[in-house]
């Protein structure tokens, strides 16, 4: 967005929404002005944000009738931590995860996989932490380090806000041939100081509140590495933290993929034209779009696992319908790993296994005699469907 040539700067130069200021090491940067920004409440934006508050609070109070919210959140955490990451270059899938998390072996790499089970275990954390401290910067810095240890980009200073400059563009451009530069580290603390305060302010409607949120976080670009996703993880905390969701249901990451060079054009048009209008109509897009998406799941998931678990609760099993139970949580499993998870016999198991295998519930995806990879394909294949872009009006 930003682009130093002697005193010419591209579009950013007249934004409405910031001020470009010239770093004590000489270059310059955009500083965005605090929140909240002034806007006109025009009709198509309080259409948007009607119905993006029905859809969302449909899916509040439909999630928490399902008999396992809990469980069911489980495998949509990992969703979003796969297509959080993908966003930023990483190729795992869903699937893989699973399948590693099922205690499989897996081709992927390493690296990518570290990425996105930080990130899952990064959310939960944050979470857990919200019940005994607010969205602060610090607990922001702790989520990050949970982000950030051990994987690609942990050089830079996991947990710990930028004490040198940032900037985002094409592969291999410099700090002067950037496409935007984030506020420098002279001016960085004063823009978090002001961000932590409107993370505080319930003056505006909560949908509203977390898409401003989300801009301002971008805009500043407070961390070395891990902004796009820490930037996204703070939408479904700010929800969860103001009541929005029984349980964090609702990710955006899916529709931000799904759309992702619109998403980038959003946020550069907010920085360069002040588009605040559109950015926030296409936010409130999002959240209707992850919501109707995210009961249609739900409940689709849920639906087959009853199904199955009548189906299995006639042969007199008590295991095979705790197995079932243990497909909301992960499709994928061994018979070693379910054994240790319910606490009973292997062969215990392993004759539910085969019961369920001839049933077609779940079919065998490896050719390994001692650890065979089974799954419940139905619910792996609800998981993986690409987010569909329009809701019904």
């Not at 910067?137 to 830079?156: D, P, T, Y």
């Amino acid at each position: 967005m930003l682009v130093e040539g002697g005193n010419r700067f591209m579009d950013i130069q007249k934004s409405p929404t910031g001020r470009i200021l010239k770093a004590s090491k000489g270059y310059y940067a955009f500083v965005p002005n605090r929140l909240p920004p002034q806007f006109e409440w025009q009709r198509e934006l309080v259409t948007c944000l009607s119905r993006a508050d029905f859809l969302l609070g449909k899916l509040s109070l439909e999630g928490a009738k399902l008999p396992n919210p809990h469980l069911l959140m489980r495998p949509f955490v990992t969703r979003e931590a796969v297509l959080s990451s993908k966003i930023e270059g990483t190729q795992t899938t869903l699937g893989e995860i699973l399948t590693a998390d099922a205690g499989a072996d897996t081709r992927n790499n390493p690296d990518d996989l570290q990425e996105v089970q930080n990130y899952i275990h990064a959310l939960n954390y944050g979470l857990k932490r919200m019940k005994e401290l607010p969205l602060s910067l610090r607990l922001i810095r702790e989520i990050h380090e949970r982000l950030m240890q051990g994987v690609r980009g942990s050089h830079a200073t996991p947990g710990a806000f930028r004490l040198s400059q940032n900037w985002i563009g094409p592969t291999g451009c410099t700090l002067n041939t950037a496409t935007f530069v984030p506020p420098s580290p002279d001016d960085l603390m004063d823009c978090l100081g002001a961000l932590e305060t409107f993370l505080h302010n319930r003056e505006w409607p909560p949908l509203i509140h977390a898409a401003l949120c989300h801009y301002q976080f971008e805009a500043i670009h407070p961390f070395l590495d891990g902004n796009g996703r820490m930037g996204r993880m703070l939408i479904t905390l700010l929800l969860v933290e103001q009541g929005i969701l029984p349980s964090p249901l609702l990710y955006l990451s899916a529709f931000f993929e799904a759309s992702r060079d619109e998403y980038y054009k959003h946020l550069y048009n907010v920085s360069a034209k002040g588009t605040w209008h559109a950015w926030l109509v296409y936010f409130l897009n999002g959240v209707a779009v992850q919501s109707e998406d995210a009961l249609s799941r739900a409940e689709r998931i849920n639906g087959l696992l009853n199904q199955w678990k009548l189906a299995v609760a006639s042969t007199g099993s008590s295991v095979s319908v705790k197995l079932v139970e243990q497909f909301a949580v992960n499709p994928y499993f061994t018979t070693k790993k379910m054994a240790e998870t319910l606490g009973v016999a292997y062969s215990t198991v392993k004759r539910s296994v085969q019961k369920l295998e001839a049933a077609g519930i779940v079919k065998k995806t490896n050719n390994s005699k001692r650890d065979k990879l089974y799954c419940a394909t139905e619910i792996l294949s609800i998981l993986e469907e690409p987010t569909k872009m329009k809701i019904n009006p």
